[in-house]
């Protein structure tokens, strides 16, 4: 194979990791399971639902952030079957995380979300300050303690 077409394959490989999630059916699941509570921007409810913007990508640079992404009962409890669930979580970190998503952030998958989403988590404020702390404690303070 020649040197161009060796680039070419691997731009091509590296832009289908970069994308690893179908855009329309997150967005119509996003719309039916997720945004009536969050919001159509993703900014929640000040003092009872989460934002979502601008904070999974820092809730995702740690590993109990990412199974606290997948875990909390809004995602566990969902209608979404596995694979539809790492679809919007891949959505959500790509549109409405880019700036607080870490650069090695592997994309979830169908499997990852089947073993670590159930149980839901039943003391949900207690871990979200824990990982808030932890977040803090890494100089990341973008994150509210309490939303």
């Known amino acids: 194979m020649k040197p161009r077409a060796v680039l070419a394959a691997l731009a091509l490989v ?36 989460p934002p979502l913007r601008n904070s999974l990508g820092h809730f995702v640079s740690l590993p109990e952030g990412r199974q606290f992404v997948m875990s909390v009962p809004g995602a566990s409890n969902s209608a979404l079957n596995d694979a539809e669930l790492a679809n919007v979580l ?7 995380n880019a700036d607080s998503r870490p650069a090695s952030f592997k994309p979830y998958t169908a499997d990852e979300v089947a073993a670590h989403r159930r149980p839901a988590l039943t003391d949900v404020a207690r871990t979200r300050t824990k990982l808030v702390k932890q977040l803090q404690e890494n100089g990341v303070n973008a994150v509210p303690e309490h939303y």
Do not use: E, F
């Open 14 to 49: 590296a832009a289908s990791q970069a994308q690893a999630y179908d855009a329309a059916r997150a967005r119509q699941d996003w719309v039916l399971n997720c945004m009536g509570c969050h919001t159509a921007d993703g900014s929640g409810i000040p003092g009872k639902v």
């Open 90 to 96: 891949n959505w959500l970190l790509t549109t409405m």
